[in-house]
């Protein structure tokens, strides 16, 4: 069982920043996949990031590529996102989620473990 919670977050003006962080009860790095995925009010949830065991390979959904950087930490097991030239349409809840090395892809669905969320808000 992977237990997993989010920090960070908070508002922030269009063209901004923020960064979060995930950290989680075992030991995922070398053996889960990890993601972020974000759900405004009334849509569905969406793939943000996501990156491979040991960090090597990341992915990201076309709604944030060149603005959005996902890492991994060794040595503190922690996934970040730093999140750049903020938009309001990236307003909505972050979550971070752990996948097994199999099932690694942005979907949701891929996913099996979920923190609780984050909230991120862009105003214009």
């Known amino acids: 069982q992977v237990q997993l919670v989010e920090s960070g977050g908070g508002s922030v003006h269009a063209g901004g920043s923020l960064g979060l962080s995930c950290t989680s009860s075992g030991t995922t790095y070398s053996s889960y996949c990890m993601g972020w995925f974000r759900q405004a009010p009334g849509k569905e949830r969406e793939g943000v990031a996501i990156i491979f065991p040991g960090g090597g390979q990341v992915y990201y959904g076309d709604s944030v590529k060149g603005r959005f950087t996902s890492s991994r930490d060794k040595a503190n097991d922690t996934l970040s996102l730093s999140m750049s030239s903020l938009k309001p349409e990236d307003t909505a809840m972050y979550y971070c989620?752990?996948?097994?090395?199999?099932?690694?892809?942005?979907?949701?669905?891929?996913?099996?473990?979920w923190g609780q969320g984050t909230q991120v808000t862009v105003s214009s």
């Open positions: 989620a752990a996948a097994h090395s199999w099932s690694c892809g942005l979907k949701p669905e891929n996913f099996n473990y």
